[in-house]
């Protein structure tokens, strides 16, 4: 019989108190009348204190779409303000831009794009509500008409070819501070100045190695909140030449680690070596992780950060729209556990074996384990040189199928749960992967040969005598 699954012995900082994390951006409570302006490389902040004579823009409705789309994955479901459920909508003559931005208090996106701009201002309006007329019109220009927001409680006009739609909007000034990293800028002296955080740093990385490190390690974080610091990627730069970016994910049961190579990067700034060795939601990674990968412009993007929070920015370049988005989020608290010790150094056995039939037979196999708590067996066999994968489901059946191996050490017989290797597996991407392992209730250790300096930790299920 199996007994519950060996765990990895890591331990996490205690969870931070959910208050504390509706507070981690610091005064995003204050009214932005009365809260310092938002300072961002664009001019939208200017309008803030402008007299509300109205605007409207026109762009074509897959681009509104697209945009609306975008930023609300970062609308609260249950947000602590009624103004939290309405989307940001900023616009400026005078760079004939339009800034669409969502924020539950943890994350921030924010959308900027061209389009036919009349006049200045703010205003917010329903996320989903808009979001779903918006994604319902035919193809073709549309307006969005504020030109009455000066008059109390006036409407937004939506307009298209079909007809048009009257959306109530509240008041911006009831949305609450925008979250932003502030660079610091250096006199002639190279002393800093302003009210700029001399602890904000900025630097550009690949894209594609940015993607590589999330898609590569971002399975393996908890989804127990509990567990507050492991439900993200922890994220550190590594000096070298060129120097790597080392990512790291674990649920206390697995843990994935890959490094990748980052070029260009630069290992020191005007005051310091860089200083990033932090943890990021799997949430934010996610929306990162989806909107860079539909990028084929951009090769870099510009990550930005300080003690508290984190922002990536795509350069205006990567579009022929000339769009700019970014994602701001807070980093998670606590001191992430030292998951370099908890990998072996030395290993009893050597086992390679071919990835696509070993993911084939796991995914066979896997039905049945499926019955009964995901749990397959492994057989290893020195003499056979073969690897025998078994499950037994009570009252359903069993299954039971074989693989070549290389081999070298003693035969062995242990337990995995079958989703915890399949997850690994789907994102090698080499024709052959390694397993090193000592004992039976001893870390297990799969790599793909031959590529990345990726690393897959897995806790198997303990055996029992039946």
Sequence with gaps: MFSPQV??????????????????????????KTAAPYRGESRFNEAVDAPLE?????????DLSHHLTSVGRAVASRPALPVLANVLVEVDAETQRVALTAFDLNLCIRSEFEAQVKGSGRTTLPAKLLSDIVSRLPSGPVTLDASSQAQESAPVILMSAAGQ??????????????????????????????????????????????????????FAASGDETKQVLTGVHVKLLPGDPPCLEFAATDGHRLAMVQVEAEGIPVASAHGEIGLDFTIPARTLREVERILGTQTAASTVELRFDRSQVQFVLPPRASKTQCQQRITSRLLEGQYPDYNRLIPRQFERQITL?????????????????????????NLSAATQTLRISTEAPDVGSGEESLPVQMSGPDLELAFNVRYLLDALRVFHTQQVSLE???????????????????YLVMPVQLRAT
Excluded: H
């Excluded at 765990?7 to 932005?32: G, H, I, K, Y």
């Excluded at 955080?197 to 550009?204: G, H, K, V």
């Excluded at 071919?354 to 384990?369: D, F, H, Q, T, Y």
């Design 7 to 32: 765990p990895l012995m890591v331990q996490a900082q205690r969870p931070v108190d959910r208050e504390s994390e509706t507070e981690s951006f610091a005064p995003v409570l204050r009214s932005s």
């Design 54 to 62: 109205g605007f409207s823009f026109t762009c074509e409705q897959a």
């Design 165 to 218: 739609y009257q959306v109530r909007s509240m008041s911006a000034e009831e949305y609450p501070t925008l979250p932003e990293i502030s660079l610091p800028a250096a006199d002639a002296d190279g002393d800093f100045v302003g009210e700029e955080s001399p602890t904000a740093q900025a630097l550009e990385l690949p894209i594609e190695s940015l993607l590589q490190g999330i898609g590569q390690t971002l």
């Design 354 to 378: 071919e990835r696509r039939p070993l993911i084939e037979s796991l995914e066979r196999v896997g039905v049945l384990a499926a019955q009964r708590n995901d749990i397959v067996k492994f």
């Design 437 to 455: 392992l000592n004992g039976a209730t001893q870390p297990a250790i799969w790599k793909p040969l031959g590529a990345m300096r990726l690393c």
